[in-house]
């Protein structure tokens, strides 16, 4: 892997992860299309151990505070009566499902899951229900009031993110609306919920990511500069959802995966 192409995708990743578009998805589109070749399912989960450390300084109080709350409802019963409780339990349940699909479909993730066909199906058909989301979810629920049933629904969500074009954040958000949470309140519990399953499987993949050709400094260099942009990207979207609706990101993804299809029917690009 050349420089150019480190600093390249570690930009990508960075301006990607948090937005519902699709990081591991954008990662392999550019590498295809300018680069011709896949950096590998293993590089975008250590990569992205930059954009979940952007998360956990931007989010250091909130997450200090349900971590301390869950460790004192542990042993007292007065503190379980903290909605930071419920909300740090919820998290955990939500891990679960793709931890669990993500050691089961191993093999596929890594390999058929990547194909530049799906990749652009699944913009589409996600992005399209990303917007039936906007349009119809109440948007009138906090964090707080989530229940264990939406924290399941919304932790299967996140897993669907397994699939390079889905979304991390995409999944999670559009579930959340349908729930009918408050947009910034989806765009919120995305990023919390997404720190142990992003960071398990980052340290998961750190054996396998110099077995190609990408060594240990290009790695770090990567995984800098999408800490650096992922924090910037972190602060601009909570500006953005708490004025704006997602529409902006539903006609993105769609014409993104109508334009790769594009490519790939002409031959411009390979699947594989």
């Known amino acids: 892997m050349s420089w150019l192409e480190v600093v390249v995708l570690g930009l990508v990743q960075g301006l990607t992860e948090f937005l519902p578009i ?20 293993a590089f975008t989960a250590v990569s992205q151990l930059g954009t979940e450390l952007a998360v956990l300084i931007y989010f250091a109080k909130d997450i200090w505070r349900l971590v301390s709350v869950w460790f004192r409802g542990l042993r007292d ?4 009566l903290n909605p930071d409780y419920r909300v740090a339990w919820l998290v955990i349940l939500g ?35 990303l917007g039936l989301a906007e349009r119809y979810g109440a948007q009138r629920r906090t964090i707080e009031q989530l229940t264990v049933k939406d924290g399941i629904l919304l932790g299967f969500a996140q897993a669907l993110a397994l ?37 398990a499987a980052g340290v998961f993949q750190l054996k396998d990511v110099t077995a190609g050709d990408t060594t240990v400094p290009q790695m770090v260099v990567a995984t800098v500069i999408a800490f650096v942009v992922g924090y910037a990207v972190i602060a601009w979207l909570l500006r953005f ?9 539903v006609a993105y ?5 109508v334009a790769l299809m594009a490519a790939l029917g002409i031959g411009a690009v390979s699947a594989t």
Not at 253 to 257: E, N, Q, S, W, Y
Request: glycine residues 12%; aromatic residues 10%.
């Open 22 to 41: 699709s990081s591991s998805g954008h990662l392999r589109i550019v590498s295809g299309l300018f680069f011709g070749n896949d950096p590998g399912a």
């Open 77 to 80: 019963p007065e503190a379980r």
């Open 95 to 129: 891990t679960i499902p793709i931890g669990v699909l993500g050691v089961l479909f191993q093999d596929a993730i890594e390999t058929v899951a990547r194909n530049l066909w799906l990749i652009a199906t699944t913009l589409i058909v996600f992005g399209i229900l």
């Open 163 to 199: 699939i390079p074009g889905v979304s991390r954040s995409g999944g999670t958000i559009t579930a959340g609306l349908f729930l009918g949470l408050e947009r910034a309140a989806a765009v919120r519990y995305s990023f919390l919920l997404a720190i142990p399953a992003v960071v």
């Open 241 to 249: 959802v708490e004025r704006n609706s997602v529409y902006v990101f």
């Open 253 to 257: 993804r769609i014409a993104l995966g």
